[in-house]
């Protein structure tokens, strides 16, 4: 098991790694809306959205990876009315084969945030 951490995403704040690779599997923890230089969320579920996979995509490029490499995604947003443009910008991020995805509204994202991604990449 091998952690993985770069300064281009949100360093942890709490009692976890930003990703675990292990068995030729990569898994990115949730990753919210934070820009690494500023620590601030932009506005918007779009922006929002856009930053956290930014962020996702820091992390696999750290262990080595692109976001072709991901398999499965989990997308947590505050407010299920805010599916279709999450969807909007998450397309950009993502070509067939798309990866498998579970997405759902939750009482609340962590911060305050409108949405955070995880998501799990295979090593080729």
């Known amino acids: 098991m091998k952690a993985i951490k770069t300064d281009n995403a949100p360093a ?21 809306p934070i820009n690494p230089s500023t620590g601030a969320f932009p506005e918007g579920i779009k922006e929002q959205t856009r ?10 490029e750290a262990a080595g990876l692109s976001m072709k490499n991901v398999v499965k995604t989990t997308v947590l947003l505050a407010d299920i009315a805010d599916f279709a443009a999450m969807n909007e910008v998450y397309a950009e991020f993502f070509e067939e084969p798309f ?21 799990i990449a295979e090593k080729k």
Do not use: D
Not at 104 to 114: C, D, M, N, Q, R
């Open 12 to 32: 942890a704040i709490g009692p976890y790694s930003q990703a675990i690779e292990t068995g030729g599997l990569v898994f990115a923890s949730g990753q919210l």
């Open 51 to 60: 930053q956290c996979l930014t962020n996702a995509k820091a992390i696999l």
């Open 99 to 119: 990866p498998a995805r579970s997405a759902f509204a939750v009482k609340a994202v962590p911060k305050g945030a409108l949405v955070e991604i995880e998501c």
